[in-house]
């Protein structure tokens, strides 16, 4: 059980919290949505007891655990000697119950006896998310745990999730898994800086949310004309001098000011999204061709014989389960690995955007304006527009990439690229931290770009909207037409 009442919380000189409240019930199911930081993992750390409110009340009753986005230090994971004795330090589970755990979350090719230190990222996530599950405590939080799984990964995800028997918190953009099995959604609004609750799954969150900001929006546009009104009235009695005339100005005046001063800023949601893209640099036809390329790691073959191209202006999907070499074979792609054979032929005036969901091009140390006029020639003012059409407004530019969260160096990492005339956008996993709002403010500019495009995603409604000519299947080496 969690209850909070009024409480408070600053971080820096940003107020997360104004007076929030919320109730999560003893073995309920809650999801938690909001945009890109606006203070859903700060809740779960406070949650934890990572860090402290300022004021008010935040009560817990039960042992709580909780599994971030990505696991990158987990003290717990490096003094560990072995997967086995990480994830089950008490034996209390038979060896097949663990491998077949790990099976389910893409981790077959896992010993039990193997060192958990050397996996990567997304492994050690999972292997974090298996250990949670495995211990079961009575309040469960998990940050975006389907993040580095493909469909069926989520599926059993999804299914074993409805099953716990205790209670589960999960911040997640994956719609499928906030519509099975929950009982309540929680929204964390950043710009209010309170917490709404929303009985029943997300859908249902959609509906309610979309009736509040309709009431909302008509609010606001009648409070507007009223203004105008009044300022209309204003330029009519402005020419009149007398002691009367004078106060009625000012007592006018006044009243437009208050009204203007509590006027409630328009939902993010009803905001329309218009984007301005330079148009891709010149290339041929064909900007690129792969023709028999191959890689492999020691004994284990990732990518043989692979061979497609790529047309200007055209849209492909890389499509395939986890571990079936996409990202190989992007990598190559860059120049980031070297293919043992085959070759790669590119037009000279190629120029490649390329978009990673690990930000390895990015200076965590600069702020978001140095960032993108790193990046992109232009004047002050069009690179503080441009960032403010990917929700970063006002002071917003002026803070460390470091500091923002994986949904919001996304949409950094997005309004670079589209910045720039590149010819050919290589996108892997661009949705993976993305809050509802900006996957449709993503997917909305990347419509509009002009230029070859190949995309990976697990999203399928988002390739779906992105409408690619071609998908190229791997590992089944095999380009395929879209219908």
Same mark, same amino acid.
């Given at each position: 059980?969690?209850?909070?009442?009024?409480?408070?919380?600053?971080?820096?000189?940003?107020?997360?919290?104004?007076?929030?409240?919320?109730?999560?019930?003893?073995?309920?199911?809650?999801?938690?949505?909001?945009?890109?930081?606006?203070?859903?993992?700060?809740?779960?750390?406070?949650?934890?007891?990572?860090?402290?409110?300022?004021?008010?009340?935040?009560?817990?009753?039960?042992?709580?655990?909780?599994?971030?986005?990505?696991?990158?230090?987990?003290?717990?994971?490096?003094?560990?000697?072995?997967?086995?004795?990480?994830?089950?330090?008490?034996?209390?589970?038979?060896?097949?119950?663990?491998?077949?755990?790990?099976?389910?979350?893409?981790?077959?090719?896992?010993?039990?006896?193997?060192?958990?230190?050397?996996?990567?990222?997304?492994?050690?996530?999972?292997?974090?998310?298996?250990?949670?599950?495995?211990?079961?405590?009575?309040?469960?939080?998990?940050?975006?745990?389907?993040?580095?799984?493909?469909?069926?990964?989520?599926?059993?995800?999804?299914?074993?999730?409805?099953?716990?028997?205790?209670?589960?918190?999960?911040?997640?953009?994956?719609?499928?898994?906030?519509?099975?099995?929950?009982?309540?959604?929680?929204?964390?609004?950043?710009?209010?800086?309170?917490?709404?609750?929303?009985?029943?799954?997300?859908?249902?969150?959609?509906?309610?949310?979309?009736?509040?900001?309709?009431?909302?929006?008509?609010?606001?546009?009648?409070?507007?004309?009223?203004?105008?009104?009044?300022?209309?009235?204003?330029?009519?009695?402005?020419?009149?001098?007398? +002691?009367?005339?004078?106060?009625? @100005?000012?007592? $006018?005046?006044?009243?437009?000011? #208050?009204?203007?001063? /509590?006027? =409630?800023?328009?939902?993010?949601?009803?905001?329309?999204?218009?984007?301005?893209?330079?148009?891709?640099?010149?290339?041929?036809?064909?900007?690129?061709?792969?023709?028999?390329?191959?890689?492999?790691?020691?004994?284990?073959?990732?990518?043989?014989?692979?061979?497609?191209?790529?047309?200007?202006?055209?849209?492909?999907?890389?499509?395939?389960?986890?571990?079936?070499?996409?990202?190989?074979?992007?990598?190559?792609?860059?120049?980031?690995?070297?293919?043992?054979?085959?070759?790669?032929?590119?037009?000279?005036?190629?120029?490649?955007?390329?978009?990673?969901?690990?930000? +390895?091009?990015?200076?965590?140390? @600069?702020?978001? $304006?140095?960032?993108?006029?790193? #990046?992109?020639?232009? /004047?002050? =003012?069009?690179?503080?527009?441009?960032?403010?059409?990917?929700?970063?407004?006002?002071?917003?530019?002026?803070?460390?990439?470091?500091?923002?969260?994986?949904?919001?160096?996304?949409?950094?990492?997005?309004?670079?690229?589209?910045?720039?005339?590149?010819?050919?956008?290589?996108?892997?996993?661009?949705?993976?931290?993305?809050?509802?709002?900006?996957?449709?403010?993503?997917?909305?500019?990347?419509?509009?770009?002009?230029?070859?495009?190949?995309?990976?995603?697990?999203?399928?409604?988002?390739?779906?909207?992105?409408?690619?000519?071609?998908?190229?299947?791997?590992?089944?080496?095999?380009?395929?037409?879209?219908?």
């Amino acid at each position: 059980m969690i209850s909070a009442k009024n409480i408070f919380y600053s971080y820096g000189k940003e107020n997360i919290f104004e007076g929030a409240n919320f109730y999560v019930a003893k073995n309920s199911k809650v999801g938690v949505v909001g945009a890109n930081g606006s203070g859903k993992s700060t809740l779960f750390n406070l949650i934890m007891g990572q860090d402290f409110i300022d004021d008010g009340s935040l009560e817990i009753v039960g042992d709580v655990m909780s599994v971030p986005q990505e696991v990158k230090q987990d003290p717990l994971m490096e003094k560990a000697t072995s997967i086995r004795e990480y994830l089950d330090p008490y034996y209390e589970k038979q060896d097949y119950e663990l491998l077949k755990m790990l099976s389910k979350l893409e981790l077959s090719r896992l010993f039990l006896d193997g060192k958990p230190q050397v996996l990567s990222g997304g492994q050690k996530t999972k292997l974090a998310i298996a250990r949670a599950l495995i211990f079961e405590p009575d309040i469960l939080l998990l940050d975006e745990p389907t993040n580095f799984l493909d469909v069926e990964g989520k599926l059993w995800m999804m299914n074993f999730l409805g099953r716990y028997s205790k209670t589960l918190i999960i911040i997640s953009h994956d719609l499928k898994l906030l519509d099975k099995n929950i009982d309540k959604i929680i929204e964390v609004d950043k710009r209010t800086k309170q917490i709404t609750e929303y009985n029943g799954n997300y859908t249902n969150y959609v509906n309610l949310k979309g009736e509040r900001e309709e009431l909302l929006v008509h609010q606001i546009h009648v409070q507007s004309r009223k203004i105008v009104e009044m300022k209309k009235g204003l330029v009519r009695i402005s020419g009149n001098r007398s +002691e009367k005339g004078v106060r009625q @100005k000012l007592n $006018l005046q006044k009243r437009i000011e #208050k009204l203007v001063v /509590a006027l =409630p800023e328009m939902p993010p949601a009803a905001k329309k999204i218009s984007m301005q893209l330079p148009e891709p640099a010149w290339v041929g036809e064909v900007p690129f061709m792969v023709k028999n390329l191959s890689k492999s790691y020691g004994e284990k073959k990732v990518l043989t014989d692979i061979n497609f191209d790529i047309k200007r202006g055209e849209r492909i999907a890389l499509m395939g389960q986890n571990g079936a070499g996409k990202s190989t074979l992007i990598k190559i792609l860059m120049g980031m690995l070297v293919q043992d054979s085959g070759e790669i032929i590119k037009d000279e005036k190629l120029k490649i955007g390329y978009y990673s969901q690990e930000f +390895e091009t990015f200076d965590m140390d @600069k702020n978001l $304006l140095e960032t993108v006029r790193d #990046k992109c020639e232009m /004047a002050e =003012p069009q690179l503080r527009c441009l960032l403010g059409r990917f929700l970063f407004p006002g002071q917003k530019v002026f803070q460390k990439v470091s500091t923002l969260s994986g949904g919001e160096k996304t949409r950094l990492s997005i309004a670079t690229l589209l910045a720039k005339n590149y010819n050919l956008l290589i996108l892997d996993e661009p949705t993976t931290y993305l809050d509802v709002l900006s996957q449709r403010l993503i997917l909305e500019a990347l419509k509009f770009y002009q230029g070859a495009m190949i995309i990976v995603s697990h999203t399928p409604e988002f390739i779906a909207e992105l409408k690619p000519s071609r998908h190229f299947l791997l590992p089944e080496n095999k380009m395929i037409l879209c219908q």
